[in-house]
């Protein structure tokens, strides 16, 4: 199966947008992935060989970059991608028993969708958020200070469709399809909505400005 026509000519006329960012064609790779992603939900075998003639590089270095990092599927993911971090500091302070009791609350294990196509869980090693920890992610959103049970409540109100905004950032999140087109590198507009960091990310530089700490000078180059 190959792309329709629309959706052929809309992915030729982003990704010529995406590799001019770039000196090197092939440089281009992560964005189109997402981009791709963007339309099929995953990185679909048609997605490869896309990449690969746009970029003029074979569909096994495509294959090889997309089943390296995490962040490209091969198989299609919910509308919404619950990612849960049970890496150590999220996992001492409830991670593993979000992850836990999340999956047998929604009957799916990781990197697998619900029936209805709401709702993906994933087990996450890091979300870069140890300062909120235990952090759970609905497409890259984050959810901070999680509970098991704000973790389950979270999952029913995106499968019943309820709105639902994460802690820091935009006012709603938005599907998976829209993140990833965002990841390829097409501004959504959202990018100043909401808090964009909380008090604890806050707090060594709160210090550091009381207590008149600066930076050291850099060394000069001789």
């Known amino acids: 199966m190959s792309f329709e026509p629309d959706v052929l000519e809309r992915l030729e006329r982003d ?3 995406i590799i001019a960012r770039y000196p090197k064609p092939r440089s281009a790779l992560l964005p189109m992935l997402h981009l791709v992603q963007s339309e099929a939900g995953y990185v679909s ?3 490869i060989q896309f990449c690969a003639d746009t970029l003029g590089i074979t569909p096994a270095q495509v294959t090889g970059v997309a089943t390296f990092y995490t962040q490209y599927k091969r198989e299609p993911v919910g509308e919404y991608h619950v990612g849960v971090c049970i890496n150590t500091l999220c996992a001492v302070m409830g991670g593993d028993q979000i992850w836990e009791e999340l999956s047998e ?7 697998e969708a619900t029936e209805d196509g709401k709702v993906s869980l994933e087990r996450i090693e890091c979300n870069a958020a140890c300062d909120f920890a235990p952090v759970v992610m609905v497409n890259w959103e984050f959810f901070d200070d999680m509970t098991p049970e704000k973790a389950k409540q979270l999952v029913d109100d995106l499968r019943a469709g309820k709105a639902v ?10 599907s998976w399809k829209q993140a990833s087109r965002v990841l390829a590198g097409f501004n959504d ?11 604890e990310s806050l707090v060594g530089l709160e210090l550091a400005k009381r207590e008149g700490w600066t930076a050291p000078a850099p060394e000069e180059t001789k």
Do not use: I, L
Request: proline letters at 9%.
């Open 15 to 17: 990704a010529k947008e």
């Open 45 to 47: 075998e048609d997605g």
């Open 189 to 199: 507009g959202r990018a100043g909505e909401g808090v964009q960091a909380g008090p």
């Open 105 to 111: 609350h929604v009957g799916v294990g990781h990197d």
């Open 165 to 174: 905004a994460p802690t820091r950032g935009p006012g709603s999140v938005c």
